[in-house]
């Protein structure tokens, strides 16, 4: 399987609804609350946590060169690094054949 091959293609509802639902999860990782608290805190909002340095989504997910695919029997390049357990995953496994969610 080569990346980008989605049997509905990337415009479809339900790919769109995949790639929503694996960018929520993943910004629901700990590495990411400084970030969400800063842009509750620049919005000037009240925030417990004074946040002054965070790691970006650039910093923390995409990282990635020249990464083989995490996931068994894939040979793939890895797209992202999974922000949750650090594994590298392709394109095509970040969405198929559900999205790669860490939801309890
Ligand atoms: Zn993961
Ligand atoms: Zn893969």
Redesign the pocket.
């Known amino acids: ?1 080569k990346d980008g091959d989605f049997p509905e293609g990337l415009s479809d509802l339900r790919t769109i609804l995949r790639i929503l639902a694996f960018t929520c999860d993943q910004f629901k990782a700990p590495v990411f609350e400084h970030m969400l608290l800063y842009a509750w805190q620049r919005s000037g909002y009240s925030v417990d946590l004074q946040v002054v340095h965070f790691k970006s989504a650039n910093e923390v997910m995409f990282v990635v060169f020249n990464q083989d ?3 068994s029997e ?3 390049v ?1 797209f992202v690094q999974c922000a949750h357990y650090a594994k590298f ?5 970040c969405l198929q054949p559900s999205p790669h969610l860490h939801i309890e």
């Open positions: 399987m695919c995490s996931m894939c040979e793939n890895a995953i392709c394109c095509f496994h």
